[in-house]
């Protein structure tokens, strides 16, 4: 049975950082795909960045390319999200999330994906 349990998140002012983690339990970490989703008050649940099973390449939300990167430890079985140059429309609740069976085509949608954590707070002030 799969179970992610993030840490990190907070609150930051305009244009600090963050670095989110998440760890993963379960058998064959490097076989799922691993993304962060973000879902802010009376919104959806949003993609912000993923990295497929073997596959390095991320991919990113728009909004978060060139701040935000992604990234996974198999040998710890953790994906972390670094979050740098921060705004205020980044604050969310983030989501960490894995899947095994994962296409290209359903990554973007949260619907797509098995499993997901607890969700943490993030808060950027202005």
């Known amino acids: 049975q799969v179970q992610l349990v993030q840490s990190g998140g907070g609150l930051v002012q305009h244009g600090g950082s963050l670095r989110l983690s998440c760890a993963f339990s379960g058998r064959a970490f490097s076989s799922y795909s691993v993304g962060w989703f973000r879902q802010a008050p009376g919104q959806e649940r949003e993609f912000v960045a993923s990295l497929r099973r073997y596959n390095s390449n991320p991919y990113y939300q728009d909004s978060v390319k060139g701040r935000f990167t992604i990234s996974r430890d198999n040998a710890k079985n953790t994906v972390s999200l670094q979050m740098n140059s921060l705004k205020p429309e980044d604050t969310a609740v983030y989501f960490c999330?894995?899947?095994?069976?994962?296409?290209?085509?359903?990554?973007?949608?949260?619907?797509?994906?098995?499993?997901w954590g607890q969700g943490t707070q993030v808060t950027v002030s202005s």
């Open positions: 999330a894995a899947d095994s069976q994962l296409i290209l085509s359903a990554m973007w949608e949260a619907s797509s994906w098995d499993y």
